[in-house]
């Protein structure tokens, strides 16, 4: 083929994001437990206005106006300070680019979020990455590596892939470090899964601060993946640049009264919660009896545990064998995570199981 265009430099060197599988290397439909969703599915509520959403001939409302104003009724805020997204995914990608370019810098820590790394190329900045602590967020080491170039940071909280929560004192003590020039996005995806005595104290700082912005989305609690809707806080200004550069209409006629109606039903979230709460415990205890054969459940605050394999049964292999027994999860080597798993919390009997294939798996390994 001939007269082929040349891609930017740094769009040639992004990886694609990869979703997590929902079948075998050999086809087979597997029970998906690496994507994080919610076992507990949708609340029927939710699933009731989907069915009566609007004409689809007509173009939705581009600024998500009911939505806006049910999640600031929810939370407590202006619904001027909120934008919405096609998934938080698209938030911060164009956080990213609204601040970032050649030249620049883009923080996060290792063992993060993989689409921060796409969000940075994507924008031609350059991404820096801090070493972690224990597979969780070190402050320090994210402050030591803030130069004049930093225009952006990146923290999930909890941080998927590892599970891991900073507390309220630690975000607010990152945010004080950083020059009120760099924006901290604050990356809440899994903030419902977390008790509300913990909150990180995230939507205070970006209603008082014009250098933090929160997103969040309907994916993870609300189990509402497929419906890709995301939301965001900040400073009006913030909101207004936001808006600009988002697709415009970009949440659709269905998504916007799907999402209104779960927001609704608070019930679904708190019992997801529960859910995920009970089941995360019971499934944390079980990997810890297996700690004789190497195993070791990192501590989550999310819906899922990233197990790591540091014995005879590696987490490639476990992998495979969870795969062979009709169980998809995610193993990260691409992140540099090629000893641990991360397994998205299911219904009760689906842990059990995965809990009773690990074990078996560990005892054959030695
Ligand atoms: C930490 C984190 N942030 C953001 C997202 C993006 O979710 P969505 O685009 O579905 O809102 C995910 C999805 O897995 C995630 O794990």
């Known amino acids: ?72 009724a929810l939370h407590g805020i202006d619904p001027a300070r909120i934008v919405c997204g096609t998934g938080s995914g698209e938030l911060l990608t164009i956080a990213a680019s609204a601040f970032a370019g050649p030249g620049d810098e883009v923080l996060y820590v290792r063992y993060g979020f993989s689409l921060y790394d796409i969000a940075a190329r994507r924008c031609g900045a350059t991404p820096v990455v801090a070493p972690d602590a224990d597979y969780g967020t070190d402050v320090d080491a994210l402050l030591a590596l803030v130069t004049d170039k930093t225009r ?60 933090v912005l929160v997103t969040r989305t309907f994916s993870k609690a609300y189990g509402l993946a497929g419906e890709r809707v995301g939301w965001a806080t900040g400073a009006p200004a913030l909101i207004e640049l936001l808006n600009r550069i988002r697709g415009p209409f970009n949440i659709n006629n269905g998504a916007q009264a799907v999402t209104v109606a ?28 297996l700690g004789n054969h190497g195993l070791r459940a990192l501590p989550s605050e999310a819906n899922f545990v990233l197990v790591l394999f540091e014995g005879a049964l590696g987490a490639e292999a476990a992998h495979d064998g969870l795969a062979a027994r009709g169980y998809a999860t995610r193993w ?18 689906q842990m059990n199981d995965i809990a009773a294939i690990l074990r078996e798996l560990a005892e054959k390994a030695r």
């Not at 087979?28 to 009731?48: D, F, H, I, Q, W």
């Open 152 to 211: 952006v940071v990146f923290v999930a909280n909890p941080n998927n892939p590892t599970g891991s929560y900073l507390p309220k004192r630690e975000l607010a003590r990152l945010h004080a470090g950083l020059p009120s020039g760099t924006l901290l996005v604050l990356d809440q995806a899994y903030a419902e899964y977390v008790a509300p005595e913990e909150d990180d104290g995230g939507i205070e700082l970006a209603a008082h601060h014009g250098n």
């Open 1 to 72: 083929m001939t007269g082929q265009p040349t891609p930017k430099p740094w769009i040639a060197a992004i990886h694609a994001y990869v979703p997590g599988k929902s079948r075998g290397a050999d086809g087979r439909k597997l029970v998906k437990l690496s994507a994080n969703e919610n076992p507990l599915g949708t609340s029927p509520a939710a699933l009731a206005a989907r069915a009566d959403a609007t004409e689809p001939s007509l173009y939705p409302d581009p600024d998500s106006t009911a939505l806006r104003e049910a999640l600031g």
């Open 262 to 289: 779960a927001l609704a039903d608070q019930d679904f979230v708190i019992r997801s919660r529960a859910h995920n709460r009970a089941e995360r415990a019971r499934f944390v205890a079980a990997v810890e009896a």
């Open 332 to 349: 990260l080597p691409g992140q540099g995570l090629a000893q641990g798993l991360r397994i998205t919390i299911g219904t009760g009997d």
